[in-house]
């Protein structure tokens, strides 16, 4: 009996491994089978199709076809746009340091230069005018490619033919570019006497590094309780997010683990230096934004309640990528892995893996979620990105708001006040005022962009699916009606919405005028959500 169990068994090992090697080996062939009908397509079109064949961008379209079917994470970067590749990974790039703004027929316009950049050391501001790039008119050329004219290696110079927005006297400035860093930490300071805030927009090289000396300044100025908002942050380094837990748990600690499709993939991660706080209350804010590191550091302090995770839930990206270079200089950026936090859940929230029969994906509903404790014992759940113990709502804008400023029409109006005011109160003086309104009416009056609530959108669609049906004739006296309760001019829908229009005019005000960490106080001057969360009690 012993020896015909035994050979059971050994039958079943070998059929396994049969199967294994069967699989891999028809993998391996459909793979090989693939490549060799790419290639018999390209050259059978190449030698007969009725017109020359634009072969870069055939063979880019099929890549990127290709990868999208996997996940939008994995990604094509060909040789030419590796420094956008270096872009998303240290925020660097070479050039002046200035956000502009360009339409096509006119000239470049200096919308926001940066703090301590090249464009500000050089006396651009808010309004002047690029009349020409090194001899080059700026009228004609698109937004894009006079930023590439701007941009360049670190070291180099560039010639603007300038018309200075005061005094209208047109100058030739040479500047030299200099490497351009976005700053991870946009902003860090106290909100009252015993509160510290940083507020963190990436996971950059070095982020840790700078959140632990901004953490320890904080210290200093009397820093009791500890809030760190990733809201809107979408992640980077996984190594950063690590690094900056290992600043607050103790050395050793569990941070995160990834696992790929073999068991050599599994890798679990530890923190490697001693912490400089593991006691100070820590909030962490988030919202439906904050992504991939944002989730593995909120998701390691939510496990080991070291924090009070407080906002929405995030995103749910629980996917890790890596670099891998590929022929003729490109890079694939792949996804290799999922992670999974201290207790053991992955916050992935889309299911790639089984897609609909139209090609779409779906959230994993809550009801297939799994539960998982945290160190002191409370229940925590995956597959949904985090889930805050505080839930708090973020504010809602109306429509005309959105359209204000995804239309520009606030950002033109700042030029156009920068222009016009040679300066402004110091940032904890200024508010603007309901003169300032008035005039930012008379402005918005002027310009065209789509006002309509959000009511009366869904009325126009309402009645355009009447029309579709043949209703909207017999419905006429009705449909009337509503559109004229619901129409509404421009001037009136401004003057109703005046409390949430008037504080994105301010934080661009004062961007302009006192640079991008002013734009973030004024902005934490209105922000309900963080004002609310420092009422709530901590875990």
């Known amino acids: 009996m012993t020896r015909h169990i035994k050979i059971i068994l050994a039958a079943a090992a070998m059929f396994f491994f049969a199967a294994h090697t069967s699989d891999a080996q028809s993998q391996s062939?459909?793979?090989?089978?693939?490549?060799?009908?790419?290639?018999?397509?390209?050259?059978?079109?190449?030698?007969?199709?009725?017109?020359?064949?634009?072969?870069?961008?055939?063979?880019?379209?099929?890549?990127?076809?290709?990868?999208?079917?996997?996940d939008p994470y994995t990604i094509y970067i060909p040789e030419e746009e590796n420094e956008d590749l270096q872009m998303m990974l240290s925020k660097t790039y070479g050039g002046i340091g200035a956000i502009i703004h360009k339409k096509k027929e006119e000239n470049v316009i200096i919308n926001e230069p940066y703090a301590g950049s090249p464009a500000q050391k050089y006396g651009l501001q808010c309004g002047d005018e690029i009349i020409a790039i090194d001899g080059v008119p700026t009228k004609g050329l698109e937004s894009q490619e006079s930023s590439n004219r701007m941009k360049?290696?670190?070291?180099?110079?560039?010639?603007?033919?300038?018309?200075?927005?005061?005094?209208g006297d047109t100058l030739d400035i040479n500047i030299i570019r200099e490497r351009i860093h976005f700053p991870d930490i946009e902003y860090a300071g106290m909100l009252d006497d015993t509160t510290g805030y940083i507020l963190q927009t990436g996971f950059t090289e070095n982020v840790a590094a700078d959140v632990r000396a901004r953490f320890l300044e904080l210290k200093k100025k009397g820093m009791k309780k500890f809030v760190l908002d990733l809201r809107g942050n979408g992640g980077g380094l996984m190594s950063e997010a690590i690094d900056i837990v290992s600043l607050f748990v103790p050395k050793g600690s569990l941070v995160v683990s990834s696992k790929g499709n073999t068991e050599s993939s599994v890798n679990r991660y530890y923190t490697t230096s001693e912490p400089i706080d593991t006691l100070m209350p820590i909030v962490i804010l988030l919202d439906s934004g904050s992504a991939s590191s944002s989730e593995i550091v909120s998701g390691a302090l939510q496990d080991m309640d070291r924090?009070?995770?407080?906002?929405?839930?995030?995103?749910?990206?629980?996917?890790?990528?890596?670099?891998?270079?590929?022929a003729y200089n490109g890079q694939l950026k792949v996804t290799t892995a999922k992670y999974y936090t201290p207790s053991g859940r992955c916050v992935q929230a889309i299911d790639y893996t089984h897609r609909n029969e139209d090609g779409s994906v779906?959230?994993?509903?809550?009801?297939?979620?799994?539960?998982?404790?945290?160190?002191?014992?409370?229940?925590?759940r995956d597959g949904g990105g985090i889930t805050p113990d505080?839930?708090?709502?973020?504010?809602?804008?109306?429509?005309?708001?959105?359209?204000?400023?995804?239309?520009?029409?606030?950002?033109?109006?700042?030029i156009d006040y920068a222009r016009r005011h040679a300066e402004i109160p110091a940032v904890k003086d200024f508010h603007f005022t309901d003169e300032d309104f008035e005039d930012f009416i008379r402005f918005a009056k002027t310009q065209e962009f789509d006002y309509r609530s959000s009511a009366k959108t869904l009325y126009d669609q309402m009645k355009r699916?009447?029309?579709?049906?043949?209703?909207?004739?017999?419905?006429?006296?009705?449909?009337?009606?509503?559109?004229?309760?619901?129409?509404?001019?421009?001037?009136?829908?401004?003057?109703?919405k005046k409390d949430e229009i008037v504080p994105f005019i301010e934080e661009e005000l004062a961007t302009r005028y006192w640079f991008q960490e002013a734009g973030v106080e004024v902005r934490l001057r209105y922000d309900s959500q963080l004002k609310e969360a420092l009422t709530k009690p901590l875990i």
Request: proline fraction near 3%.
């Open 390 to 414: 505080v839930e708090i709502d973020s504010q809602d804008y109306s429509r005309l708001v959105y359209a204000l400023v995804l239309g520009g029409v606030i950002d033109q109006y700042v």
């Open 29 to 70: 062939f459909r793979l090989g089978q693939w490549v060799e009908i790419h290639n018999s397509i390209l050259k059978e079109l190449n030698a007969t199709y009725v017109d020359s064949l634009q072969i870069g961008r055939i063979m880019r379209t099929g890549i990127d076809a290709m990868l999208e079917e996997l």
């Open 362 to 380: 779906g959230h994993i509903p809550d009801s297939l979620t799994r539960e998982f404790r945290t160190a002191g014992g409370r229940i925590v």
């Open 465 to 496: 699916e009447l029309v579709k049906d043949g209703l909207a004739e017999a419905m006429a006296p009705e449909l009337e009606a509503m559109e004229k309760a619901l129409e509404m001019d421009k001037e009136r829908f401004i003057r109703l």
């Open 152 to 167: 360049g290696k670190p070291g180099t110079s560039v010639t603007f033919k300038v018309k200075k927005v005061r005094t």
């Open 307 to 326: 924090a009070t995770i407080m906002g929405k839930r995030s995103y749910g990206k629980g996917l890790v990528q890596s670099i891998r270079p590929i």
